[in-house]
């Protein structure tokens, strides 16, 4: 049973750029949460997706943005990336029916900016 | 504003001896309390979680202590082993809402 699964596994930008991160829910998930982890910090809520909407945002900008798909699947969008913007980027899923705040992480996605 | 509270920022203890991290919380809507374990290079992993409405939660090794008055938590690890050795994170969420708000981590190291 696959888990939660994200791509790329890394990637590096330049400021300025965009960029694309997208991520595959456990299998009967039909919940996606983004989150942020700076190094050595804890992860921070970026936004939560349920059917095909936006159910709740963190504390980020418009420059962050995001999409879920009929098949649950999610991207995380970010725009004119700042140095600021380098971190780990963890997609989590959830069943919205039985507990939308147990999450399953995926492995991240590490954005690097220069 | 930090709203969760970790500590100590790192660990180390002895091949069979107790592993204790705590948290600390500020908004008494939070009703939801897991504890997350996270290898190098792979996301958190779900470990043990607890509501308010119980003081103690036991799964194996793992213990969760919860004092809702003091508003504090802890994650005491029996017989820690050197597998344990990774970074725990406390957290926390309000009755429905879905934002798990996280604290800064423990970094953990069992000496074998």
């Known amino acids: 049973d696959a888990g939660v699964t994200q791509s790329p596994t890394h990637l590096i930008k330049t400021r300025g750029q965009q960029v694309t991160l997208r991520c595959s829910p456990k299998s009967g998930h039909d919940t996606v949460s983004w989150y942020q982890q700076a190094l050595g910090q804890g992860p921070q809520f970026i936004f939560q997706?349920?059917?095909?909407?936006?159910?709740q945002r963190g504390n980020f900008p418009d420059r962050f943005s995001g999409h879920q798909f009929p098949n649950y699947s999610s991207e995380l969008n970010v725009n004119a990336l700042l140095l600021g913007d380098s971190a780990l980027y963890l997609c989590?899923?959830?069943?919205?029916?039985?507990?939308?705040?147990?999450?399953?992480f995926g492995a991240g996605s590490r954005l690097t900016v220069l | 504003q930090q709203q969760v509270k970790q500590s100590p920022q790192s660990l180390i203890v002895q091949k069979g001896g107790i592993s204790i991290i705590n948290c600390a919380y500020e908004n008494t809507a939070f009703d939801y309390f897991p504890w997350y374990q996270q290898f190098p290079g792979k996301g958190p992993a779900l470990l043990i979680a607890?509501?308010?409405?119980?003081s103690e939660k036991k799964e194996g090794r793992f213990t969760i202590s919860f004092n809702k008055s003091a508003k504090q938590f802890s994650l005491h690890i029996m017989d820690s082993q050197p597998g344990d050795s990774a970074t725990y994170f406390c957290a926390a969420a309000p009755r429905g809402n879905y934002k798990l708000t996280f604290g800064k981590g423990t970094l953990l190291t069992v000496n074998p």
């Open positions: 607890i509501r308010p409405d119980v």
């Open positions: 989590a899923s959830s069943s919205w029916s039985s507990g939308a705040n147990v999450l399953t």
């Open positions: 997706y349920y059917e095909e909407e936006e159910r």
